[in-house]
């Protein structure tokens, strides 16, 4: 039996498998890119449900875990050396799921570094530009007046896209014919943008084909299902 007593966070949200991979998530365009990579790899694990809208990842225990407030976070009872790992931010999570399974990260070093260059893509670009797409869109910068703000943001997400579009024209995924975490990184944000923040005809993006055909291509892969529906909400 593993033992996670060390962690003050399980103490918040214990485990009821602590033999298990402990994830503490939501289902946001973040957060799925953990529980789509977990249930891709068949690692056995467990999800907790962080309800951001009660301030629960600025609670004490949550930020024992990331002190930077933010969901994914994860705890692996069976780290490396078989020693209990603590890990956040979700792009670190992803290439160390792909290391421990030996899935969704090319073991050749030159592709490897290229799928790796993607993910910091999505993690320094599509992320943060499309958050504020959303933030301005649909959330409370929409009332703002000042329309530049937004303005920005969509131009910059169309850029993006269509960096996007390139990449993927004439492949299946980021990485030619082989889906990696760099495909797991973005498909929640995309699906996103155009779908909760409804932003798809302001990035016009029906005017992209590569895309598009990536998305829905991800988005028919059962473990895309079942991840991004995970921790369930309550």
Request: cysteine-free; glycine content about 8%.
């Amino acid at each position: 039996m593993s033992d996670l007593s060390s962690f003050p966070i399980t103490q918040r949200w214990p485990a009821q498998h602590p033999d298990r991979i402990q994830l503490y998530s939501l289902p946001t365009p973040n957060g799925v890119k953990a529980s789509i990579m977990l249930e891709e790899t068949g690692l056995p694990y467990e999800p907790h449900l962080i309800d951001i809208m009660k301030n629960e990842s600025n609670s004490p225990e949550f930020l024992s875990l990331n002190p930077n407030g933010k969901i994914p976070a994860m705890i692996d009872p069976d780290g490396p050396g078989g020693k209990p790992l603590g890990l956040f931010e979700s792009g670190a999570i992803l290439i160390y799921l792909a290391e421990k399974s030996g899935r969704f990260l090319p073991a050749d070093p030159a592709r490897r570094y290229e799928t790796i260059a993607w993910l910091m893509f999505q993690m320094g670009g599509i992320g943060p530009m499309f958050g504020q797409l959303g933030f301005f869109h649909k959330f409370a910068g929409k009332d703002y007046e000042d329309k530049r703000p937004r303005d920005r943001y969509v131009a910059e997400s169309k850029r993006l896209l269509n960096v996007l579009e390139q990449r993927l024209t004439g492949r299946q995924w980021i990485m030619d014919d082989e889906y990696t975490i760099a495909d797991i990184s973005m498909l929640g944000w995309v699906r996103n943008l155009i779908g909760f923040y409804g932003a798809r005809e302001i990035v016009t993006y029906d005017t992209l084909k590569a895309v598009p055909a990536w998305l829905e291509r991800g988005l028919a892969r059962p473990a895309v299902q079942r991840g991004i529906e995970i921790p369930k909400r309550s």
